[in-house]
């Protein structure tokens, strides 16, 4: 068996004329949390339902602890625990019956299942929710919901596609929490998202990417460092006038990007570049120094942001 | 190594026949329907028991009074028990047809209910046959409501009638497999308005109220054809006791409903759900 718990080689899916996935490569180690970061239709989603044993791949090899989905869905899908991008919750069951069944689906013994139930109420902090129907609950309560639900089986694996997605910032750092938690106990996190903050903050290793092919992989922080600079200034100067002097600040430092409403600037020292402008006679709106983040490394790779 | 239960579980099925569609779990989905079926709206479930009690009430004894006899072969019988029997095999079709259709609907496309049992070491199979199951179980406790309401009253003739049970079972088995078939093709909840514009005329011209003889050949030939029909026919021989081997023919055309409904189920769930 390979050291790897999932391990694709130019792994590709086509639906007609469209490639959504474009012979990729990649593995993921136990107890890792890899990210796969991309805008929406980038493919991302395919990705997970391939190797949630939910989609055959049109190509490649796809090997998850050692099996083929193909030929193993049940017995590979038993390992995995699913948290969808929409949520599947049974409307009809309250949220304690949620767990309940979906442990049975499993085929585990009700006695198993009734002892998982605490266990899982309480990770999920929906302990006085036991007993509420699903309608009820927030959105934020609900992904809480969806992600205990996938742990009734003490799955090995748990994917998610885009956990935070339309949750207020409270919400997404109590599930980011949930999340690290899982990590420390040893949990192999799978996870899609169009955020980078996200990838920064969960994924040890991710990979980036585009229109259905990998564009770099890495950890955030090397990824930052082999694909951006150290600082990044944010210029405003009106959307009329951001282009007219694009071609003058572009000879004042490393590489500029230019967006529809300001101008991004790569630089080592932020502040100083900012002192260069204002001493060249150009006077920006409103100005930013912050440190390079995942957008700009998607930006420089794709010349697009992720948010569209 | 630590192997978790699910995964010993699932490894254990490795090799059955058709493990990648089908994982020995409907129980489990019946289990599901039960803990749903405490909080559901009983007005709708006590509709499908209602709704024959009410057209017998209304057609026995409003036409019974009209018509106090009607001839079947040369056997003259109380009008109320000529219906009973076809109203018996329409509630089982009712009752199949709304649990496999409407609540299938919602559920695959609404609720994404099957989405959230797929992601599960389960198959498609399991799915189909747990719904399908469900609606029986729903058909069965029907059938036997209406016998203990109609057979005090006289109007089952014949022992045989018992087998009108399992034979209602059997049509309930025939109308949700199809039902569940042509409703995973379903797009949209208007196109499920289709099912009962060829519902209702069959329930009206498939010989439930008077023999389908008052009807010219051709249209005779048109309504045999029909499931209903055989149903009807089915549940009345057994209930008046004419037992022959056409009986057989009309429960074939159910097995070969649950076969095909079945076939084109699973079909179509592998290919929406593990495309």
Redesign the interface.
């Known amino acids: 068996m390979s050291e790897y718990l999932i391990s694709a080689r130019g792994l590709t899916k086509k639906f007609g004329d469209f490639t959504a996935v474009n012979g990729i490569d990649f593995d993921v180690s136990k107890g890792e949390s890899f990210g796969l970061l991309g805008p929406n239709g980038a493919g991302k989603s395919t990705v997970m339902r391939m190797i ?1 044993a ?3 791949r049109n190509a490649g090899d796809l090997t998850i602890l050692g099996k083929d989905p193909e ?5 590979i ?4 625990g ?1 948290v ?1 991008q ?8 309250s949220v304690s ?1 949620n767990l ?3 442990g ?6 009700r006695k ?1 299942v009734k002892g998982k139930i605490e266990e899982l109420l309480t990770f999920a902090q929906l302990e006085e929710k036991r007993d509420a129907k699903v309608e009820a609950l927030s959105g934020g309560m609900k992904r809480r919901l969806t992600i205990a ?1 996938a742990l009734v ?4 694996i748990l994917m998610l596609d885009e956990p935070t997605t339309g949750l207020d910032p409270q919400a997404r750092h109590i599930l980011w929490d949930r999340l690290f938690r899982l990590k420390e106990q040893g949990v192999t996190l799978v996870i899609t998202t169009h955020f980078m903050d996200e990838a920064e903050q969960l994924c040890d290793r991710l990979i980036v990417m585009d229109k259905g092919s990998i564009m770099a992989e890495g950890s955030p922080a090397s990824l930052i460092k082999d694909y951006s600079t150290k600082e990044v200034l944010e210029v405003r100067f009106g959307s009329d006038r951001n282009q007219e002097v694009a071609d003058k600040l572009r000879a004042m430092c490393e590489r500029i990007e230019e967006l529809p409403d300001r101008v991004l600037m790569y630089t080592e020292d932020g502040e100083a570049l900012l002192e260069k402008i204002y001493a060249s006679g150009l006077h920006p709106k409103t100005s930013l120094v912050r440190r390079s983040s995942l957008e700009d490394v998607f930006l420089r790779l794709t010349g697009r942001t992720l948010i569209e | 190594m630590f192997i ?4 010993a ?3 254990a ?2 090799g059955k026949r058709g ?2 569609y089908y ?3 409907v129980p ?2 019946l ?2 329907g039960f ?2 079926f405490k ?2 709206t009983w007005m709708i479930v006590l509709s499908g028991f209602v709704e024959p009690v009410l057209y017998l009430l209304s057609f026995g004894y409003g036409i019974g009074k009209l018509l106090p006899t009607i001839t079947v072969g040369n056997e003259s019988i109380k009008y109320a028990v000529f219906i009973a029997p076809a109203l018996l095999a329409t509630s089982a079709m009712n009752g199949a047809i709304y649990d496999s259709t409407m609540n299938v609907f919602f559920k695959l496309n609404h ?3 099957y ?9 498609p199979l399991d799915v189909a046959l747990g719904e399908i199951g469900w609606a029986l179980l729903r058909g069965f406790s029907y059938a036997c409501a209406f016998m203990a309401v109609v057979a005090p009253l006289g109007l089952i003739p014949s022992l045989w009638g018992l087998l009108a049970i399992p034979a209602a079972v059997l049509i309930a088995f025939g109308f949700a497999s199809c039902g569940m078939a042509v409703t995973s093709y379903m797009k949209s909840f208007q196109q499920l308005e289709i099912i009962n514009v060829f519902l209702l005329p069959m329930f009206l011209f498939s010989g439930s109220f008077y023999p389908l003889t008052v009807f010219p050949e051709w249209l005779q030939f048109t309504v045999n054809l029909l499931p209903l029909t055989h149903a009807i026919n089915l549940v009345r021989g057994l209930c008046l006791g004419h037992i022959n081997v056409g009986l057989f023919g009309h429960a074939l055309y159910f097995v070969i409903m649950i076969v095909c409904g079945l076939f084109f189920t699973t079909k179509r769930l592998n290919a929406l ?3």
């Open positions: 949630g939910t989609s055959q030929l193993n869905g049940p017995q899908r038993a390992h995995l699913v969808p929409q949520d599947s919750l049974d409307m009809h069951l019956e309940y069944i979906y049975r689906y499993f085929g585990l013994p198993f639900r089986s003490e799955p090995e | 978790p239960m699910a995964v579980i699932a490894e099925r490795v493990e990648r994982s020995g779990r489990q989905l289990e599901r803990i749903a909080s559901s609720d994404r209910i989405h959230g049992m797929l992601a599960t070491s389960m198959g759900f593990m495309k």
